[in-house]
Nanobody
Framework: QVQLQESGPGLVKPSQTLSLTCTVS??????????WTWIRQPPGKGLEWMGV???????YYSPSLKSRISISRDTSKNQFSLQLSSMTPEDTAVYYC????????????WGRGTQVTVSS
């Protein structure tokens, strides 16, 4: 089965940049037919959509994060990445990656999530 796994640092210092990678494994994925999304959940709060890189490579970000966020993909490695700059303690959250097939009723996959804590 298709599996997604987030990877990156669990601890980031304030003002530094977070870099996370989502690696897709298992199954047979036609990478360019999927959208790739990052979502996060701060402690005690709901899910927050962060941004997406679409199957054509275009990106769209949450307005609240637009100045700090960048999402990219590496199709040769079946990976996509998140860069979030100027981290603050308010960015502490569990970060999830999501993969969705861009057809009606297409399959959707979630990573298990990775805890990221912003602290000095």
């Amino acid at each position: 089965q298709v599996q997604l796994q987030e990877s990156g640092p669990g601890l980031v210092k304030p003002s530094q940049t977070l870099s996370l990678t989502c690696t897709v494994s298992g199954g047979s994925i036609l990478t360019n037919y999927y959208s790739w999304t990052w979502i996060r959940q701060p402690p005690g709060k709901g899910l927050e959509w962060m941004g997406v890189i679409r199957s054509d490579g275009s990106t769209y970000y949450s307005p609240s994060l637009k100045s700090r966020i960048s999402i990219s993909r590496d199709t040769s490695k079946n990976q996509f990445s998140l860069q979030l700059s100027s981290m603050t303690p308010e960015d502490t959250a569990v970060y999830y990656c999501n993969l969705r097939e861009t057809v009606p009723g297409g399959d959707e996959y979630w990573g298990r999530g990775t805890q990221v804590t912003v602290s000095s």
